[in-house]
């Protein structure tokens, strides 16, 4: 067996020190209640952002294989990671078309551009046309057609597959919900085609009248609980370590990390950690969070860096250089207790624990 870690010159590249993974039995699980809970309708996934940060090849067949035959990207660069691993199924682009050149990429590979706006339609169709989707903005103001333009000829003239709109507040109760609800239905029986779509992840939750045809989770596939409604249906994805690099004991009065945010007023034993923002865990997490090691908590001292962060080991006194941290990363847990969103916190993921 060829070692995925040899160099160039036959030599096996040290183990890395951060490790990153993707529990594939939860991702197929939670796609697979998305989609029971899609009612009549049917779960695509939102696999954009390498898979909102956990890979594109460790999620996509998974999703694949648990029965996701619609999968959308954001960018037309994203395309061919998603579609080699779903050959025949199908990979729409939200951000549309905006020249030839994406109209000919498009049909090159068999991907389905999101038709945002009418100049768009015409630039498809002069371009030889063939299945769409389009977007109505029903008030989130984005991208997407205005519902007044519904009528458009060159809306008209398009061989529409899905026609879908995107939900601003489904993680509120908010009156907003109902109103781009009743917006989409006018115009969907304005405009001609096969499918509808409406509910991301939070939208699911809302209920029988917001699934459609197809629902478009993104977030809760990964881990996240947009609303409470989807608490004890939706498992943790990813699980992400980290190994100490260094331990030593400080004296009281002495400090950790940039500006000396944290001084000791006792002795303490603490471990340096190869882990910091560049790999995601940003500085805005720090602050009363804690790593763990074997269920014991291991409070951050000071400031996170850029590839260090500094752990109290006093709970965790057996702790050496080399052994492995549990780093805070179960989303619907850790995001209440910080500034980011659940979204940053799985797409804020860094390309060095990606490769790992």
Same mark, same amino acid.
């Given at each position: ?33 998305l989609n029971a809970a899609s009612g009549a309708g049917h779960a695509a996934a939102a696999v954009k952002a390498d898979c909102y940060g956990l890979g594109t090849a460790s999620c996509v067949p998974v999703l694949r ?29 939200l951000h549309g078309v905006l020249n030839g050149d994406d109209c000919a990429y498009a049909r090159a590979v068999g991907a389905v551009p999101v038709i945002n706006a009418p %100049? ?51 993680? %509120? ?184």
């Amino acid at each position: 067996m060829t070692d995925s870690r040899l160099n160039e010159a036959g030599t096996a590249s040290p183990a890395a020190t951060l490790r990153l993974t993707v529990d594939t039995d939860a991702l197929a699980s939670n796609w697979r209640s998305l989609n029971a809970a899609s009612g009549a309708g049917h779960a695509a996934a939102a696999v954009k952002a390498d898979c909102y940060g956990l890979g594109t090849a460790s999620c996509v067949p998974v999703l694949r294989d648990a029965g996701c035959t619609t999968f959308f990207v954001a960018h037309w660069s994203e395309v061919r990671g998603v579609i080699a691993h779903v050959p025949g199924a199908q990979v729409a682009v939200l951000h549309g078309v905006l020249n030839g050149d994406d109209c000919a990429y498009a049909r090159a590979v068999g991907a389905v551009p999101v038709i945002n706006a009418p %100049e768009q339609a015409e630039l498809w169709t002069r371009t030889g046309g063939g299945r769409c989707h389009v977007m109505i903005d029903t008030g989130i103001n984005r991208l997407g057609i205005a519902p007044c333009d519904a009528l458009d000829p060159r809306i008209a003239a398009l061989e529409i597959d899905i026609l879908l709109s995107h939900l601003a507040c489904a993680d %509120e109760d908010s009156p907003m919900n109902a109103a781009q609800l009743a917006q989409f239905a006018s115009v969907s029986g304005l405009v001609q085609h096969q499918r509808a779509s409406l509910a991301n992840s939070a939208g699911i939750a809302l209920g029988a009248d917001y699934t459609f045809d197809l629902t478009r989770p993104g977030l809760a596939l990964y881990g996240g609980v947009p609303r409470p409604e989807l608490a004890g249906v939706i498992r943790p994805v990813a699980r992400v370590q980290a190994a100490v690099l260094q331990t030593r004991t400080i004296s009281p009065g002495e400090s950790v990390g940039y500006n000396a945010a944290f001084k000791a007023v006792r002795p303490m034993r603490v471990g340096t950690v190869s882990m910091g923002y560049a790999d995601g865990f940003l500085r805005s997490r720090g602050p009363d969070n804690a790593f763990h090691h074997h269920g014991r908590r291991c409070p951050i001292l000071g400031k996170v860096s850029m590839d260090m962060v500094v752990v109290d080991l006093t709970d965790a006194p057996d702790v050496r250089a080399g052994d492995w941290l549990d780093v805070p990363w179960n989303v619907a847990d850790a995001a209440q207790q910080n500034v980011l969103s659940q979204y940053e916190m799985l797409t804020a993921i860094g390309a060095r624990l990606r490769c790992n």
